[in-house]
């Protein structure tokens, strides 16, 4: 899914100009500063951008089970995850009164900035622990939720019904990360519908290497005539796109490595001409949750 | 911020509950009364302008749109709207944003190209210039 950073590589890409040759490596970082607290069983702390603070707890009520509390710009979001079951309440509304509210690009924005500082500063995949894991998923979650989606959902998930992992498709030239010296293993489409047209359109159709092989500025590389372009198409005829950890579930290249069909179709959708929060990548939005929160890893 | 474990929502501001009270007696406050005609308002905004939508005429349904936050103009907005056929089936609800009192959530069946969408759709409404206007 696509990097929670995206305001910050957009303008940095307005200098990168095209780049011929293999895709180079790259990297990104959060902007503000995050404080973390171990206790048993949970993790609090408070990650701060200029003037806005993001308050955020997480633990286990019970084994497996995780209770998860964002507090930010008035607007408190919580979770109770039991990823052994596949299943999970999200709600979101406004802290001091509990009346509704929605998701605002100035939310995004700051979740964003916490989902990378997690990503920074916590151990990958399982390492991190239950409570601090799954308040990475859920944040990276959040900060991907399109104004049109509401807050308060109900999300499932079973792997082969609710989420079919591409794993295979994660790995070049034999490795999950690094160059790939020429060996792609493409995968064909990742597909999304919009104004443009359904998803047998083929301008809505993306050939992808999937996975943690390259990146330019925090964003991708498409193929334009022979060359590698950092950036991404706006529907052009089936391009092949490599970079950004493509298909990853997260923003980027999260601390997680679960690489699913969902994730990858609303990378199709996103990185593809449509905003993050585009109402035409709703549905892939809504079908790649329950791959963020309940996939497992690919390595 | 409340401990984990505490995450079912509080009714318990202060507006809130004197409104609710206010209105179970059917005597609601100027803020109340407020509150229920903004939302009416608003839902009269987004009927109108989905009535309007397929003909294209941006004389009648730019009145009912605020800036869009991507700065494009309305005939842009609304071309991009009828290329996916997006229409309004059913509106399910609205409400006052908690956290802004000038914008109201309207909760919406859409469908696009002919078909449902998954889950109802959360509109923003806001007050622009005095009127009430679907936020694109």
């Known amino acids: 899914m696509r990097n929670a950073i995206a305001v910050v590589a957009a303008v940095a890409c307005f200098a990168c100009g095209t780049e011929q040759g293999t895709p180079t490596d790259g990297t990104s970082s959060a902007q503000g500063a995050l404080q973390l607290a171990w206790e048993d069983a949970a993790v609090r702390g408070t990650y701060a951008e200029d003037e806005d603070v993001v308050r955020f707890a997480s633990r286990e009520v019970e084994p497996g089970v995780f209770d998860i509390e964002v507090e930010l710009q008035g607007l408190t979001l919580t979770a109770v995850l039991d990823p052994e079951n596949g299943a999970s309440a999200l709600d979101g509304f406004t802290t001091e009164t509990g009346e509704d509210t929605q998701m605002l690009e100035g939310d995004r924005a700051l979740l964003g900035g916490l989902y990378a500082a997690l990503n920074a500063e916590l151990p990958a995949g399982a390492e991190a622990g239950g409570p601090a894991r799954y308040l990475r998923r859920a944040v990276g979650l959040w900060a991907q939720n399109p104004d049109s989606v509401d807050l308060p959902r109900v999300v499932m998930g079973e792997e082969g019904r609710g989420y079919t992992m591409l794993c295979s498709y994660a790995k070049c030239n034999g490795s999950w990360t690094g160059t790939c010296n020429g060996y792609y293993n493409w995968y064909s489409y990742a597909k999304h519908d919009c104004n443009k047209g359904g998803f047998s359109y083929t301008g809505n159709q993306q050939i992808a290497q999937l996975g943690d092989h390259y990146s330019c500025s925090g964003d991708e590389y498409y193929m334009s005539n022979g060359a590698w372009v950092c950036g991404e198409p706006d529907h052009w005829v089936r391009p092949k796109v490599v970079g950004n950890c493509f298909g990853r579930c997260g923003g980027g290249c999260g601390g997680d490595t679960q690489y699913t069909l969902d994730a990858t179709n609303h990378d199709g959708c996103v990185r593809n001409g449509h905003a993050l929060a585009s109402a035409y990548c709703d549905d892939q939005f809504v079908s790649a949750s329950d791959d963020e929160l309940y996939a497992p890893d690919c390595y | ?136």
């Open chain 2, 1 to 136: 911020m409340r401990s984990p474990g505490s995450h079912l929502r509080t009714l318990a501001g202060p507006l809130p509950a004197a409104c609710a009270v206010l209105l179970a007696l059917a005597s609601g406050t100027s803020a109340c009364r407020s509150t229920a005609t903004d939302a009416d308002a608003a839902v009269g905004v987004v009927q109108r302008f989905f009535a309007a939508l397929p003909a294209a005429d941006c004389g009648a349904l730019g009145p009912l749109l605020a800036p869009d936050t991507q700065g494009r103009p309305c005939d842009e907005v609304v071309a991009e709207m009828n290329a996916h056929e997006l229409r309004l089936l059913e509106i399910a609800s609205a409400v006052p944003d908690g956290r802004d009192r000038d914008a109201i959530l309207v909760r919406a069946q859409l469908s696009q190209d002919g078909k449902p969408l998954k889950q109802p759709a959360v509109l923003r409404v806001v007050r622009h210039d005095g009127a009430w206007r679907l936020r694109p």
